[in-house]
């Protein structure tokens, strides 16, 4: 009797587990629902994270399924007590790997509906590099100006010199580490460290060395004031780099900030296209065009069109809206007078239309209304450690060997803003000095996220059953806990096909038929009108020809076919 009883136990709390999976499968169905437009779960919150610039830094936010862009952004904003505002953006990566900025005033929902349920993640980022670090109004918002060039000269984007790359790296050890203490900062304590992308024992040593008896007695802040002083004059102060090749198929680097925009090669500036010079901005598949204007002397004024391939459409759009807001933020006086902006529009393909949202910079900074006492800045160590499985600095190096090795290039010695159309290809390049950027929005999901409730399991109709029927059957809900984990690859699979087919009926099927319709219609309209000019053109051999052998048999056809018949 007892083990009986002991049995029945085991099997109703197998059937409370089952109902709990059952439970989170449902809400799962609910938010897979609203992605194919749900009107019963607009009103469920969706969960995201936020990852800060400091990337031991998550905040956990959620969203409604209309909401825009901008209320998240103002939301995290107001987290950081950060007025301005209108600097920052948060990215998002797609199922594709391609980046992206969240769009202020378009939904959210509809920019990620691709992403996976569980897994919805945003990177807090400086969009918009200011050109004067020392114009904005607060010391919290030059922090995480601060904060996102220490992560441009980790991933690789702020390039410079060899002599350069030490000095930013010792402000940074002291902003983070205070003085110089022998007791504690003992041997090549700088190798644990990551603040380079390719750290040389050189250049750890200069750093260490002008760490110990340049900057000692400097606090925090002052060392954040001189690390800005000297980045924001860099040429690669705000760019992130694009990959795209020239006319000649010559592997390039575009670069887009409050200056223009500028291309690379290698660790080598190429061309520097202001944005006085730049007319207009297009794209047209895979192909970035910039129309420029020279001015070869005060009256004569040349014209010149350059492209750019990039490796994808959907890579070419994202560098096209990029350098279409960069040029709206720093150039316009308002943003009242902000136009829309079209672009990418073919015979066989829809125009991407884009409406730039929010104040330009001028507007900020003759923004009058900041009158708070400015918040204390809370300032977190965030100096990486490097993994344990990376090797140890190579100490054979030689000095001559560092300006081909670090992970800053070669001096950007090319300072000329002249264009110069075609690079000569006899011009060997270093490819281990070459500018690159990692995609920091693509690491790996903290452990925080992946112990994330899952909501990934799908459970459907006919497998809707009455769990009290199976105390006696652990090897029926053993069955159902199979079905499940089959239907969850079945379902996401299915999500996506979807998607494909959306995305095929909207660029490939649609503008051929809407294209047929078009023809079909100016057929009628010429064989059909009775306008003067029309009826010389009736009158040709050829269209009399056509309308007599094709049109008026077909015209006839579908007379007996659709209206006759019904009539009779």
């Known amino acids: 009797m007892n083990d009986h009883r002991k049995q029945i136990d085991v099997n109703v709390s197998t059937v409370s587990a089952a109902r709990n999976r059952f439970r989170r499968s449902c809400c799962s169905l609910n938010y897979n629902m609203m992605k194919f437009g749900s009107k019963n779960s607009t009103n469920t919150p969706i969960k995201c994270t936020i990852r800060l610039l400091d990337d031991s830094q998550l905040l956990d936010s959620e969203f409604q399924i209309n909401e825009k862009g901008s209320s998240l952004i103002s939301r995290i904003c107001e987290q950081l007590d950060l007025i301005e505002k209108d600097y920052f953006g948060l990215r998002y990566v797609d199922s594709k790997r391609q980046r992206h900025w969240l769009e202020p005033s378009k939904s959210i929902f509809k920019q990620i509906r691709d992403m996976e349920a569980d897994n919805i993640l945003f990177s807090f980022r400086v969009k918009f590099y200011p050109p004067n670090p020392f114009r904005l109004k607060e010391d919290i918002t030059r922090y995480q100006i601060y904060l996102q060039l220490k992560r441009d000269l980790l991933h690789g984007r702020l ?30 304590y700088v190798n644990e460290l990551k603040i380079l992308l390719k ?187 490097k993994s344990s499985s990376e090797p140890p600095t190579p100490s054979n190096l030689v000095i001559n060997q560092v300006a081909g090795f670090n992970s800053l290039p070669r001096s950007l010695t090319n300072t000329s803003e002249e264009y110069n159309t075609s690079i000569d290809s006899s011009n060997q390049i270093d490819n281990s000095s070459v500018l690159e950027t990692l995609l920091e929005d693509q690491e790996i999901i903290t452990s925080k996220i992946e112990q994330e409730v899952h909501h990934e399991e799908i459970l459907n109709d006919h497998l809707l059953i009455d769990f009290t029927t199976v105390t006696d059957s652990p090897q029926l809900i053993q069955s159902i806990s199979n079905q499940l984990s089959g239907q969850k690859h079945i379902e996401t699979t299915a999500i996506r096909n979807s998607g494909s087919s959306l995305s095929f009926l909207r660029q490939t099927l649609l503008p051929v038929i809407f294209a047929l319709f078009m023809m079909v219609l100016i057929v009628v309209i010429v064989l059909e009108s009775d306008f003067d000019f029309i009826a010389a053109i009736r009158k040709a051999p050829e269209i009399a020809a056509f309308k007599k052998n094709y049109y008026e048999p077909s015209k006839d056809f579908l007379l007996r076919r659709f209206i006759r018949s019904k009539i009779f």
């Open 199 to 385: 750290q040389t024992l050189q250049l750890e040593e200069k750093m260490m060395d002008i760490h110990k008896n340049e900057l000692k007695g400097k606090t925090a802040a002052e060392m954040e004031t001189i690390f800005l002083k000297k980045a924001c004059v860099l040429d690669t102060y705000g760019v992130d780099p694009h990959a795209v090749k020239d006319q000649r198929g010559n592997q390039l680097y575009l670069g887009i900030n409050h200056t223009g925009i500028l291309t690379f090669q290698g660790s080598k500036k190429m061309n520097h296209f202001s944005w006085s010079q730049v007319q207009k901005i297009n794209f047209e598949g895979k192909m970035f065009i910039i129309h420029i204007i020279l001015n070869e002397d005060q009256r004569i004024k040349k014209k010149q069109t350059i492209g750019f391939k990039c490796p994808r459409g959907s890579s070419c759009r994202h560098v096209w809206k990029c350098a279409v807001e960069q040029m709206l933020f720093f150039t316009f006086p308002s943003s009242s007078d902000v136009p829309n902006v079209v672009s990418g529009g073919g015979f066989f393909s829809w125009g991407t239309k884009f409406k730039y949202s929010g104040r330009v910079e001028k507007e900020i900074l003759e923004d009058v209304t900041i009158t708070r006492e400015s918040p204390t800045v809370t300032r977190v160590g965030s100096l990486r450690r």
């Open 159 to 188: 390039y410079c010199n060899t002599s350069e790359a030490a000095l930013l790296g010792a402000y940074i050890l002291q902003a983070e580490l205070g003085d110089f203490n022998p007791e504690e900062h003992i041997d090549n």
